[in-house]
T-cell receptor, first 115, second 114 residues
Framework: NAGVMQNPRHLVRRRGQEARLRCSPM?????VYWYRQLPEEGLKFMVYLQKENIIDESGMPKERFSAEFPKEGPSILRIQQVVRGDSAAYFC?????????????FGPGTRLTVT | AQSVTQPDIHITVSEGASLELRCNYS??????LFWYVQSPGQGLQLLLKYFSGDTLVQGIKGFEAEFKRSQSSFNLRKPSVHWSDAAEYFC????????????FGKGTLLTVNP
């Protein structure tokens, strides 16, 4: 059973460009969570999605960031007009139910560098 | 808001030596606490968790952790480290308003010398 897949693993964008980060949950999982790890910081919760629904986006920056989890295909975290402060590692996790954090399986992360 | 502190950014131990990684939390009520490990190129893997009850919890790969309310600590231990334990270790706590929103410490990188 393949784990949580994230791609690309490394992404370089110039300031002002768009970044799209993809997360394919584990087979059978319909709940996805995104976390961000800024340099010298711990991972912080961004958003929780179920298929076609945003459940909790309390950790998302108010502007330029959006997330979706369509009925078919991976979950996408989209960052428009990236700035240097967006450089971070972005982790995705998935679970089969809306249960607790202990049921979340994490992907290897995408390292975003904004130049 | 709750927070997690891992005071040691990098620790080096010799193979076979004992290990203790420190974690302190700030949280008003009884926290749900976790330790994760991330090997290079891999996702975070849950080592163990504490919810309530026995303050000494056993995890996978021979790890254990002890919850000490008086010290607001949840330190991770292993009696004899193996070279394959070299990785980054994260302590985390769940947000009191939800059971899915994790807050992590900055991590401790463990190097194991032969």
């Amino acid at each position: 059973n393949a784990g949580v897949m994230q791609n690309p693993r490394h992404l370089v964008r110039r300031r002002g460009q768009e970044a799209r980060l993809r997360c394919s949950p584990m087979k059978g999982h319909s709940h996805v969570y995104w976390y961000r790890q800024l340099p010298e910081e711990g991972l912080k919760f961004m958003v929780y999605l179920q298929k076609e629904n945003i459940i909790d986006e309390s950790g998302m920056p108010k502007e330029r960031f959006s997330a979706e989890f369509p009925k078919e295909g991976p979950s996408i975290l989209r960052i428009q007009q990236v700035v240097r402060g967006d450089s971070a590692a972005y982790f995705c996790a998935s679970s089969s139910t809306s249960g607790g954090a202990w049921e979340q399986y994490f992907g290897p992360g995408t390292r975003l560098t904004v130049t | 808001a709750q927070s997690v502190t891992q005071p040691d950014i990098h620790i080096t131990v010799s193979e076979g030596a004992s290990l203790e990684l420190r974690c302190n939390y700030s949280y008003g009520a009884t926290p749900y606490l976790f330790w994760y490990v991330q090997s290079p190129g891999q996702g975070l893997q849950l080592l163990l968790k504490y919810f309530s009850g026995d303050t000494l919890v056993q995890g996978i790969k021979g790890f254990e952790a002890e919850f000490k309310r008086s010290q607001s600590s949840f330190n991770l231990r292993k009696p004899s480290v193996h070279w394959s334990d070299a990785a980054e270790y994260f302590c985390a706590v769940v947000d009191g308003g939800s059971n899915y929103k994790l807050t992590f410490g900055k991590g401790t990188l463990l190097t194991v010398n032969p």
